[in-house]
């Protein structure tokens, strides 16, 4: 999820930055203190891939506007946003969220759990790659904790990142019922209950509007689609 560059990265650039000024800052001004060119490029490559790092593209928008409303729950902020450009993390949705709290996070057996949902796809390097950075998003999102050994544990929750994941179901054609439904919702690990408890909450600091009558729950943006000029949100 490379949280502590996002962090740096949106701690020092504007919010009408654009990528080739997030790539000047990181490429020529060195701002994430990399050791080498080679690095840097990855990193940027890798920040592009995850959240785009462009004001053109609505998530990122989305991101950047939730991100300074909701500093506590950036780390999951970064994960919806990151779950929306990477269908891969939903394979931490379904090996490492529902393990019990406290339970033993074995890389083998996330390794034999990513063999078995993409059978012959990736090699015995690449898996073990792949379930170590899913692990390490997972950890910095608040999932689990723990370096050589990790336990699952109880992210803080964040109502930020409930109204990011609602805004891109939005985007995606979800409705009614269906929001929880969606992917950008269930990588926060929580239940309906709580997320509708905590839309009503960013409804009731206007961040998003939100209500339900009987089981269809109605979502609006328009504000938001003003701020942003995310006309797809309206």
Do not use: C
């Amino acid at each position: 999820m490379m949280f502590a560059e996002l962090l740096t990265l949106l701690q020092q650039m504007p919010v009408d930055a654009r990528r080739v000024d997030f790539g000047e800052a990181i490429l020529r001004e060195n701002v994430l203190a990399k050791s080498t060119i080679s690095s840097r490029k990855r990193t940027f490559e890798h920040l592009i891939s995850l959240y785009a790092l462009d004001p053109v593209v609505p998530v990122f928008r989305l991101l950047r506007y939730f991100w300074r409303l909701d500093p506590s729950g950036r780390p999951l902020i970064a994960l919806v946003a990151a779950r929306a450009r990477d269908n891969l993390l939903q394979l931490g949705t379904d090996f490492i969220l529902p393990l019990a709290l406290g339970a033993i996070y074995e890389r083998s057996a996330f390794e034999k759990f990513i063999g078995k949902f993409f059978p012959g796809r990736f090699s015995d390097k690449m898996r073990r790659s792949l379930a170590q950075n899913i692990a390490s998003t997972f950890t910095q999102a608040g999932f689990l904790r723990g370096k050589a050994r990790k336990a699952r544990i109880e992210p803080q929750s964040s109502v930020g990142a409930v109204a990011l994941a609602l805004a891109v179901g939005k985007l995606a054609g979800d409705a009614g019922t269906s929001i929880w439904d969606s992917p950008w919702f269930q990588v926060l690990g929580l239940s309906r209950t709580t997320g509708d408890r905590l839309a009503r909450e960013a409804s009731r600091r206007g961040w998003i509007g939100y209500s339900q009558v009987g089981e269809v729950r109605a979502l609006s943006f328009r504000h938001l689609a003003h701020d942003l000029r995310v006309m797809e949100l309206s």
